[in-house]
């Protein structure tokens, strides 16, 4: 991020989130990405006896009450480690405002208390095998059986889930509902009727414990209901926000070391007797680099600040959708000039600039997809386009044929 227009405090916790990551050990990260890991809890649990779990969650559950201006700090840092540990981090975080935001007390001493201890892990589990884009479409069910919720169905792609001490649900609760009035929201802690069935072999992000979960009549308390039996279609929009700002805000650590790796590769590496940073094919490369990691560092922090700042609904979810889009997309051009800055030996395992390769690919199709942002993107442009601010100059009129009527046909 921008060091210079951080406040102290910020700095502060830039150096906090520094000095957890160079104690990641440097063997875990190479233990994960070959997948010979066990589930990295201790990770957690560090992170949570530093107090840097949930930092915008209020003091008195065990955050430190900050902003998101603080978060996107803090994870940018925290990406230096992979992507991998960012995204157990980041759980963290979008677990955490499901239960802070529509929670009720009992809930939060439960759940978010010894989650931001790092007591307990948790996991988001929302894709299905028949829906990952289609949300509402999904079919993992919960009745209700006196005092108790019975669970039953599947969900897929869930990272964290081979560790994860309880699970955030989706399920629906009324089958004849249409599909976005039917969902209830479910915090379900891991029984022997919870089945990790498949923890999958990724082409990168490896290690992070990503799962296919079985609820096989699971017994889930009635207390364990987020908000309102059928309205979980309210949590799942707030949801967007932490989703699409932590994967944003991962993206930009991962970038930045990406370029220094491959700078620093130019200064020494010569070619026909020049070094090869003076080859204007590969400066022009890390140029390309530079504007797309400033553009993204700029567009996810103001972002924040939109956020923190109590920007109306439909504009945050544009703007949240615009930096997980422009983020992902940018890191992944980032690590592949970089590649093709450094040549052959960045193909191997010599550098970390191919796992680092893989690991970017999963961050545009993770917590909704590229594509899908682009869908919310522009439904919400629409709908702000009908809604024009009285005053405005309208530039239509700055034309010298502009009341031609004649030719301004339509249909």
């Known amino acids: 991020m921008f060091d210079f227009i951080m406040s102290e405090e910020q700095k502060g916790l830039q150096d906090e989130v520094r000095d957890l990551v160079s104690w990641v050990p440097r063997q875990l990260i190479l233990d994960m990405d070959a997948m010979i890991a066990p589930f990295p809890r201790f990770f957690l649990e560090e992170a949570g006896r530093r107090k840097l779990l949930g930092l915008r969650f209020p ?22 480690v992979g992507v991998p540990l960012t995204c157990l981090y980041s759980l963290v975080s979008i677990v955490g405002e499901c239960i802070v ?23 988001e589990a929302l894709t299905e ?19 108790h919720y019975v669970l039953h169905g599947q969900k897929r792609f869930i990272v964290g889930a081979e560790g994860a001490d309880y699970f955030m649900v989706y399920a629906r609760t009324d089958p004849d509902a249409p599909p976005r009035d039917g969902l209830s929201c479910f915090l379900v802690e891991r029984d022997g009727s919870v089945e990790v069935k498949t923890v999958y072999g990724l082409m990168g992000a490896r290690g992070s414990g990503t799962g296919r979960v079985l609820f096989r009549d699971t017994r889930v308390p009635a207390e364990n209901l987020v908000g309102e039996e059928n309205g979980a279609s309210h949590i799942f929009y707030r949801m967007m926000v932490p989703e699409r700002m932590t994967s944003a805000a991962g993206c930009v650590g991962a970038a930045r070391e990406a370029i220094d790796l491959a700078a620093r590769y130019t200064t020494r590496r010569k070619a026909f007797g020049v070094t090869i940073k003076n080859f204007q094919a590969v400066n022009f490369m890390i140029a390309e680099s530079l504007v797309k990691l400033d553009a993204m560092a700029s567009l996810i922090w103001m972002t924040a600040r939109a956020i923190d700042a109590g920007i109306p609904h439909g504009r945050m979810r544009r703007m949240v959708s615009e930096a997980k889009k422009f983020a992902t ?4 051009d980032i690590c592949y000039n970089a590649m093709q800055a450094m040549g052959g030996i960045a193909y191997t395992n010599v550098y970390p600039i191919e796992r680092m390769l893989r690991d970017s690919r999963l961050l545009s199709i993770w917590t909704g997809t590229n594509q899908i942002m682009n869908l919310i993107i522009q439904h919400e442009f629409y709908k702000e386009l009908e809604e024009q601010v009285k005053g405005k100059r309208d530039v239509e009129l700055d034309a010298p044929e502009a009341f031609n009527e004649e030719e301004k046909i339509y249909e």
Do not use: H
């Not at 003091?59 to 230096?80: C, T």
């Not at 989650?115 to 948790?122: D, N, P, Y």
């Not at 997309?329 to 992944?332: F, G, L, T």
């Open 329 to 332: 997309e940018a890191v992944w």
């Open 101 to 123: 935001q529509f929670g009720n007390e009992d809930q939060k001493e439960r759940f978010l208390v010894p989650t931001l201890k790092g007591k307990k892990v948790c996991a």
């Open 129 to 147: 095998p028949r829906g990952g884009s289609d949300f509402f479409g999904a079919t993992c069910t919960a009745r209700r059986e006196g005092d």
């Open 59 to 80: 003091e008195q559950y065990g955050g430190r009450g900050l902003k998101w201006e603080d978060e996107i700090i803090a994870i940018s840092e925290m990406s230096l």
